[in-house]
Nanobody, 122 residues
Framework: QVQLVESGGGLVQAGGSLRLSCVAS????????MGWYRQAPGKQRELVAT???????NYADSVKGRFTVSRDNAKNTVYLQMNSLKPEDSAVYYC????????????????WGQGTQVTVSS
């Protein structure tokens, strides 16, 4: 069993900051990439930011310069520091991990967290 649990969402005024965390736990052998996606009401889920186990990052154009993704490999944790938040950043934010499980011959699989709500008021 593998679980991804997010925390840190909430309500913030425009221009404010939030920091999201996501911890992966369970029978994990290795984690490749981790990242964050978001889904606003009536819209498709979209990539926000990803980070590889080597530290390589990728950001959506809409968040470049405002959001920073980081990870602690020893803690199987990924973070998303969100600054200068805008109302259009409001969404449910989902943690994502590409990982392999102990004892599995499947290789890398994608796992999702349950999501955390971020609401930015104008």
């Amino acid at each position: 069993q593998v679980q991804l649990v997010e925390s840190g969402g909430g309500l913030v005024q425009a221009g404010g900051s939030l920091r999201l965390s996501c911890v992966a736990s369970g029978s994990i052998f290795s984690i490749n990439a981790m990242g964050w996606y978001r889904q606003a009401p009536g819209k498709q889920r979209e990539l926000v930011a990803t980070i590889t186990n080597g530290g390589g990052t990728n950001y959506a154009d809409s968040v470049k310069g405002r959001f920073t993704v980081s990870r602690d490999n020893a803690k199987n944790t990924v973070y998303l520091q969100m600054n200068s938040l805008k109302p259009e950043d409001s969404a449910v934010y989902y943690c994502n991990a590409l990982l392999s499980r102990r004892g599995s011959f499947i290789g890398y699989e994608t796992y999702w967290g349950q999501g955390t709500q971020v609401t930015v008021s104008s």
